[in-house]
């Protein structure tokens, strides 16, 4: 049960705690709303994330075969030193868009394919298994940075539900039956003392009645 | 406290757009983007832009304008939420297979689809 604040029971306090838990009321009602909608935009993204990281990991699982085949036929040093040779930088293109105040991260569809002239090892030395490697390398990491991409969201849309949750509870639990608490105090206190006086009226009266 | 919970409410609504823009400006931009009132970009989808082009009559692009708002509101009761202005109403009636209106009022499975559909031309505006 929540305890009463210590406050001096007065009728301005109880009009000035009236407001104040009118306005806890507001605020827990729309950061309600705001927790509601967060939920369901982070079921929404877990689902996508489940998703890609399963596409992921079987993109990943089809590249390492393909590269244990490309060991196999042309040999592990000669794969290491073809790779070497290759030079790659990957340019992203990051924009953010808003969830409830939330800065999400949104990763254009990276160009991360190319054709094995443009991956700068020698074609006469190598095996045509290694630009199959290649190819699906790339488009595992295609995958892996729309996944990182969906995992970024969880985690800030996580950490943003986790803050409102925590911030809902302490007005539902805390603040709200507190401020109540001490109203229901307070007019109790006034009844009260409006009851004493009202005796003390009556006793006063009687007095007076008697001398006369 | 008071004040916590004062800052807590300004801060509902940082993300909204400073100035909405409409379908045809974002169609023809190269970038389309809005400033927040944080300060942020926010970021539309081009696939969406073109979604939502496929659904509304050309002469009407400059009426519906972007992101589209879902207003919750207390009063409406928890759950529901409402779309302003005929052209977004025309569009999210279109996507929900719903009667048409002026303003539109939608229920949270409704609004799971509508983001589902529509993550970045979408917003969500709370209303105390």
């Known amino acids: ?212 | 406290m008071d004040r916590l919970i004062k800052l807590e409410l300004s801060r509902l609504n940082v993300h909204l757009p400073e100035k909405r823009m409409t379908l045809r400006e974002a169609l023809s931009s190269s970038k389309p983007e809005v400033m927040t009132r944080n300060g942020g970009k926010h970021a539309l989808n081009r696939e969406e832009l073109e979604f939502l082009a496929g659904l509304l009559p050309e002469k009407n692009w400059n009426e519906l304008q972007l992101p589209i708002l879902i207003a919750f509101e207390p009063k409406f009761g928890k759950s529901a939420a409402r779309i302003s202005g005929k052209a977004g109403a025309y569009v999210v009636s279109k996507i929900l297979d719903k009667e048409e209106a002026e303003e539109l009022l939608i229920y949270r499975p409704e609004v799971a689809i509508l983001r589902k559909k529509l993550p970045t031309t979408t917003q969500y505006v709370f209303i105390g």
């Open chain 1, 1 to 212: 049960m929540a305890t009463a604040l210590t406050i001096s029971p007065t009728r301005m306090e109880l009009i000035k705690l009236k407001r104040r838990v009118s306005l806890a009321q507001r605020g827990h009602d729309l950061l309600r709303e705001k927790m509601d909608a967060l939920v369901m935009e982070f079921f929404d993204v877990l689902k996508k994330v489940q998703g890609s990281r399963t596409r992921a990991l079987e993109r990943l699982f089809r590249a390492y075969r393909v590269l244990s085949e490309c060991f196999a036929t042309m040999g592990t040093i000669e794969t290491v030193e073809s790779a070497r040779e290759t030079k790659r930088e990957l340019q992203l293109e990051i924009s953010s868009r808003h969830v409830m105040g939330i800065t999400v991260p949104v990763i254009e569809d990276p160009k991360v394919e190319r054709n094995a002239l443009a991956r700068g090892y020698s074609l006469y030395t190598t095996s045509s298994l290694l630009d199959e490697t290649s190819k699906e390398f790339e488009q595992a990491l295609k995958l892996l940075v729309k996944h990182a991409e969906l995992e970024a969201s969880a985690f800030a849309i996580g950490k943003e539900l986790e803050k409102t949750k925590r911030r809902v509870n302490a007005l539902e639990y805390i603040l709200i039956p507190k401020l109540q608490e001490t109203i229901k105090f307070i007019s109790m206190r006034l009844d009260e003392m409006e009851r004493e006086n009202f005796t003390r009226l009556k006793r006063i009266k009687a007095i007076l009645e008697e001398r006369r």
